[in-house]
């Protein structure tokens, strides 16, 4: 494992490691024993999977919560949707209520 100046996290294939120009091996490393190779998950990263962000799956209650939300192309209104109403005599290409229509 390495880290570099800006704590990023990363891993080499080195065959020796050398620290404050130690070369010996060492006797343990997360109780382990031995010519040791530390894994994820001795190093609290069991959950990780290097995988890029767009190629993870939605949760379960995220894709539940989008499902819930209207198309914005084409939304299908439930209920009794409202609206502003126009001021009298306006002449532009906004949707007209039927107050407006009315008031007309």
């Known amino acids: 494992m390495v880290v570099d100046a800006n704590g990023n996290v990363g891993t080499r294939a080195l065959n020796t490691v050398a ?3 130690y070369t010996a091996p060492v006797t343990s490393v997360s109780g382990r024993t031995g010519a040791v190779v530390l894994t994820k998950t001795d190093v609290g990263l069991a959950s990780v999977d290097n995988t ?3 190629a993870k799956p939605v949760s379960t209650a995220t ?3 989008l499902n819930l939300k209207a198309n914005l192309a084409s939304p299908d209104l439930t209920g009794i949707p409202t609206a502003p109403t126009a001021s009298i005599a306006t002449n532009t290409n906004q949707l007209a209520t039927t ?3 009315k008031d007309q």
């Open 19 to 21: 620290f404050n120009g």
């Open 52 to 54: 890029a962000d767009m």
């Open 63 to 65: 894709q539940t919560a």
């Open 99 to 101: 107050k407006f229509v």
